[in-house]
């Protein structure tokens, strides 16, 4: 009995953090050729808003990310 209730403890400790861990993957939308040239450089910050905000960011921090 004691070996059941352990079982279903880590089942539900497991779906908790398995629910509350969300991966966002990277996504860049490029343009234009100008910003794939300029992709070249991993340091250079691109435009990568897809919405009003404006949102620059680098290929380095994209993957830091």
Same mark, same amino acid.
């Given at each position: ?16 953090? @398995? ?7 990277? $996504?860049?939308?490029?343009? *234009?050729?100008?910003?794939?040239? =300029?992709?070249?450089?991993?340091? @250079? ?7 009003? $905000?404006?949102?620059?960011? *680098?290929?380095?921090?994209?993957? =830091?990310?």
């Amino acid at each position: 009995m004691k070996i059941l209730r352990i079982k279903i403890l880590l089942i539900f400790i497991g779906l908790f953090f @398995f629910i509350s861990i969300k991966v966002y993957p990277a $996504t860049i939308v490029l343009t *234009s050729d100008k910003q794939f040239r =300029e992709l070249q450089n991993p340091d @250079f910050k691109l435009d990568l808003s897809t919405g009003f $905000t404006k949102r620059y960011m *680098s290929l380095r921090e994209v993957c =830091e990310e």
